[in-house]
């Protein structure tokens, strides 16, 4: 099953958005920061969710990011579908070209599995998620540890 790192950090920074843009915008440094992702990779990310209709910025002071509906209407087949991202087990991709340009004996199976992780991930949205206690807990835990960094580089600094 081909699931990139593309697709998870997708979900994964919509899911801390949709935590912390309940509160005010969210910027991409904050989602960089807390989930270890790359800004650059994150700006091609939103890029493609912006584009999906999944998230708005918003301009000047205190801008950011926010979701652009509710948590409970976004699906997670969703988000990664919007960066372009396809959950596959089949070889082929799905095209009955596995083998010598043909289906291969067991095609079905993984189009069947294929398709079953598919309306799993259709099945979850962002707000069951994020009603998860232990989502919560990491969020938490996250926002404890990014103070601390700025509060250790704040020190540092002034010294």
Known sequence: MRLTTKGRYAVTAMLDLAFHSQIKPVTLTEIAARQTISLSYLEQLFARLRRAGMVK??????GGYTLCGEAA???????????????????????????????????????????????????????????????????????????????????????
């Open 57 to 62: 910025g918003v301009r000047g002071p205190g």
């Open 73 to 159: 209407d976004i699906n997670i087949a969703d988000i990664i579908a919007a960066v372009d991202e396809q959950v596959d087990a089949t070889k082929c991709g799905g095209e009955e070209n596995c083998q010598q340009h043909q289906a291969c004996l067991t095609h079905d199976l993984w189009m069947g599995l294929s398709e079953q992780i598919r309306e799993y991930l259709k099945s979850i949205t962002l707000a069951e998620l994020l009603d998860k206690h232990q989502v919560q807990e990491i969020a938490k835990r996250q926002d404890q540890d990014v103070q601390h960094i700025i509060e250790i580089h704040r020190l540092s600094a002034s010294a």
